[in-house]
């Protein structure tokens, strides 16, 4: 459960800071994720997909909480309530949530999603960013 608890927090960072790099850490090369935009199978399709679909955003934020590990053997589903912020430009962003369904299988280099469906759950339109705490202000 610890195991995959992480897979979950490093699928967050791999999307938020592009670290593609290591896909191959989180997923099976015969992985397959089906979001609202479609279909892709295969790291590379995959990668393609994240990258396509995240280029838009200056930098983004997402967060999983809520996990519900269902364990069998070497494999196991996972699933996730994701609340992920876009930042749109750099006055304003949007806020989504999505329930995140994995499955897992454990391989030789530990346990990997083979998996992933995302459902939309609610996205709002752009907010004006208000100033962070200790932020310059403008005169």
Request: zero cysteines.
């Amino acid at each position: 459960r610890a195991e995959l608890t992480d897979l979950v927090a490093r699928h967050s960072l791999w999307i938020d800071e592009g670290r593609y790099d290591r896909t191959d850490e989180l997923f099976t090369d015969d992985v397959v994720a089906i979001t609202a935009r479609g279909e892709a199978r295969g790291i590379d399709a995959l990668v393609d997909a994240a990258r396509t679909r995240h280029a838009a955003y200056a930098g983004t934020l997402h967060s999983k909480a809520n996990l519900v590990i269902e364990l069998d053997g070497a494999r196991a589903s996972v699933r996730a309530n994701d609340v992920a912020v876009y930042l749109l430009d750099d006055a304003t962003e949007a806020v989504a949530a999505a329930i995140h369904r994995y499955g897992a299988r454990r391989t030789a280099a530990g346990w990997r999603f083979d998996r992933l469906e995302v459902t939309p759950v609610a996205l709002t339109a752009a907010l004006d960013r208000a100033p962070l705490p200790g932020a310059a202000r403008s005169a």
